[in-house]
């Protein structure tokens, strides 16, 4: 069993940045999958990035060039670094670990997930 405890959310103007972390505990989760997804209310959780235990990464086109997803398996987090942020980047953001070891995006290939964190842009 994982525990995720998203931290690092919060108000932000349009054109900021902010960073979310991921802390993991009841294991390690070095050899997972680790994604981000987010949710507006009314509307279905959607993947925002997820990184590989070797590295490899994906994204979202609508957030490529401006988020990085990165982990510190010596901590057992992961962090998303948001730039240029835009209004509608506001949501609820969830922290999601995948034991089977692929690079996916689909919901139903996550096992564990935190309690989600709000971020707000504002204009």
């Known amino acids: 069993q994982v525990q995720l405890v998203e931290s690092g959310g919060g108000l932000v103007q349009a054109g900021g940045s902010l960073r979310l972390s991921c802390a993991a505990s009841?294991?390690?989760?070095?050899?997972?999958?680790m994604a981000w997804f987010r949710q507006t209310p009314g509307k279905e959780r959607q993947f925002v990035a997820a990184?590989?235990?070797?590295?490899?990464?994906d994204y979202a086109d609508s957030v490529k060039g401006r988020f990085t997803v990165s982990r510190d398996n010596a901590k057992n987090t992961v962090n998303l670094q948001m730039n240029s942020l835009k209004l509608e980047d506001t949501a609820v953001y969830f922290c999601?670990?995948?034991?089977?070891?692929?690079?996916?995006?689909?919901?139903?290939?996550?096992?564990?997930w935190g309690q989600g964190i709000q971020v707000t842009v504002s204009s």
């Open positions: 999601a670990s995948s034991p089977w070891g692929a690079l996916v995006r689909g919901r139903n290939e996550y096992a564990f």
């Open positions: 009841g294991r390690t989760v070095s050899a997972d999958t």
């Open positions: 990184i590989h235990w070797r590295g490899i990464t």
